[in-house]
């Protein structure tokens, strides 16, 4: 008989959890909140996938979700654990492939004359739910490399990765031929 696959482990039934490397923390710990806001990104971004009928994205978003999670084990990473050195880490051409994907959606977009409102097309707004994430995703691991130091590759990661979703909200705003909704301030 083969060995019983088991979710629950009870061993964070007392509010405390374990870093990568084996150090307890609270389950508020700000790296714990931290790499759990990457990992809701990443939920979304499933979504967001599971949506695009046009399956242009459909490896890279595979792909993404895999350098997310590279992303989570940083952020989750005890610093002190010799685990560090055998890591995952983001490459620089990880963000250059982001970049590169950024310029190719903006070739086929018309220039941006107003903010944007998020809306007017499903795909549109699971991407800029992305985007909001993503960015509070990289608030919190700016307050992280300051409390505790973290790979600054990682955070740069996440603000390009925000801007590709912008972009990419845009995309499929306009492969739907709906109009982007214009920023009207009230005065």
Same mark, same amino acid.
């Given at each position: 008989?083969?060995?019983?696959?088991?979710?629950?482990?009870?061993?964070?039934?007392?509010?405390?959890?374990?870093?990568?490397?084996?150090?307890?923390?609270?389950?508020?710990?700000?790296?714990?909140?931290?790499?759990?806001?990457?990992?809701?990104?990443?939920?979304?971004?499933?979504?967001?996938?599971?949506?695009?009928?046009?399956?242009?994205?459909?490896?890279?978003?595979?792909?993404?979700?895999?350098?997310?999670?590279?992303?989570?084990?940083?952020?989750?990473?005890?610093?002190?654990?010799?685990?560090?050195?055998?890591?995952?880490?983001?490459?620089?051409?990880?963000?250059?492939?982001?970049?590169?994907?950024?310029?190719?959606?903006?070739?086929?977009?018309?220039?941006?004359?107003?903010?944007?409102?998020?809306?007017?097309?499903?795909?549109?707004?699971?991407?800029?739910?992305?985007?909001?994430?993503?960015?509070?995703?990289?608030?919190?691991?700016? =307050? *992280?490399? &300051?409390? @505790?130091?973290?790979? $600054?590759?990682?955070?740069?990661?996440? +603000? =390009? *990765?925000? &801007?590709? @979703?912008?972009?990419? $909200?845009?995309?499929?705003?306009?492969? +739907?031929?709906?109009?982007?909704?214009?920023?009207?301030?009230?005065?």
């Amino acid at each position: 008989m083969g060995k019983k696959n088991i979710t629950y482990t009870r061993t964070g039934d007392e509010g405390k959890t374990s870093l990568i490397g084996g150090r307890r923390v609270a389950k508020y710990d700000l790296r714990v909140d931290t790499y759990g806001t990457v990992d809701e990104l990443s939920a979304y971004v499933g979504v967001l996938s599971d949506i695009d009928q046009e399956k242009r994205f459909a490896d890279f978003f595979v792909e993404l979700q895999n350098k997310l999670l590279t992303v989570e084990s940083v952020f989750a990473l005890d610093n002190e654990s010799e685990i560090a050195k055998q890591m995952p880490k983001i490459e620089p051409c990880d963000i250059e492939k982001i970049e590169h994907l950024i310029d190719e959606l903006n070739e086929e977009l018309p220039p941006l004359r107003a903010f944007v409102l998020p809306g007017g097309d499903l795909r549109a707004s699971h991407a800029h739910v992305c985007r909001t994430v993503c960015r509070r995703a990289e608030r919190m691991a700016w =307050r *992280l490399h &300051d409390e @505790f130091g973290t790979d $600054a590759l990682c955070i740069k990661y996440l +603000n =390009r *990765l925000s &801007d590709l @979703f912008f972009v990419m $909200a845009r995309y499929y705003q306009n492969q +739907n031929n709906d109009s982007e909704i214009a920023w009207k301030p009230v005065s």
